[in-house]
């Protein structure tokens, strides 16, 4: 059974302690590809020793987080901008909105999520969408663009039916991560009134662990959890789930 955690950020500090032995489990578990979000230009240097370690499992984007658009903002999307003119990428990502930490800056991430979808539709990339407490303003900026010049996931997906319809509509998939098992997330309501061809699997480790280890550090193997729990909203095998998630990231990444 193969499996694809489509966000997973196994650089973190978080997994400096056993990372080797944390990535030996998703492998052991049946995971045969990990994509790697960016953060900001202090994480480039480990995302590439990863790669290094990894070459035909990890893959690596580039961008900038929207909690990292700060002061010096400009500088961090000169980074990216150099990057993606010396080497290949997967895709560009995490970039968005989120409005749950600081509002300080909601211009300066509109702007740098703009800029940054337009060299996803530059070099021919998808893109992965952080968005938190930010909805009306994420939308505001996809609306500026052609649904048709769009590919890419909404990472963390946590709104509503009508939210996802929405996202649908942009051209982008439905990252389903840990969320969709937790009591209070809403997700398990719905999600089989969205076709199975639109969504992907994501950890997001170290962040958002699925039940039975909320509130403990993530990891890639735990996506096994939210396949599990995916199945059972879908009323099919897990083995379906695995197998036509895996479809739809390959598809949107275009890894063969």
């Known amino acids: 059974m193969q499996l694809i955690d489509t966000h997973t ?6 997994f400096d302690e056993d990372r080797d032995l ?37 893959h690596l984007m580039t961008g900038v987080h929207p909690t990292h658009i700060k002061e010096d903002y400009k500088e961090e999307l000169d980074h990216v901008s150099s990057l993606l003119n010396q080497r290949n990428f997967c ?44 909805f009306d303003e994420v939308f505001e900026v996809l609306d500026g663009h052609d649904p048709n010049d769009l590919r890419g996931i909404f990472h963390c997906f946590t709104g509503t039916l009508e939210q996802a319809k929405r996202v649908l509509a942009y051209n982008l998939k439905l990252g389903i991560g840990g969320v969709v098992t937790f009591k209070n997330g809403k997700l398990d309501q719905f999600l089989n009134q969205i076709p199975l061809s639109e969504i992907v699997l994501e950890t997001d480790a170290p962040y958002l662990a699925p039940t039975p280890y909320r509130g403990k550090r993530n990891e890639s ?5 939210v396949a599990s729990k995916v199945a059972a909203v879908y009323g099919l095998p897990i083995a379906t789930i695995a197998e036509e998630t895996s479809k739809n990231a390959l598809e949107i990444f275009k890894i063969k």
């Open 9 to 14: 950020h196994l650089y973190a500090e978080a």
């Open 22 to 58: 944390m990535i030996q489990r998703a492998l052991d578990a049946g995971v045969t590809d990990f994509f790697i979000p960016a953060i900001d230009s202090t994480y480039t240097d480990r995302m590439l020793s990863l790669e290094k370690q990894y070459p035909d499992q990890m």
């Open 91 to 134: 895709a560009i990502g995490e970039i968005g909105m989120d409005l749950y930490w600081d509002k300080t800056y909601v211009k300066e991430q509109q702007e740098a999520f703009d800029l940054q979808i337009q060299w996803a539709k530059k070099y021919e990339l998808p893109f992965v969408i952080h968005c938190r407490d930010a």
């Open 221 to 225: 193997s735990y996506i096994q959890e």
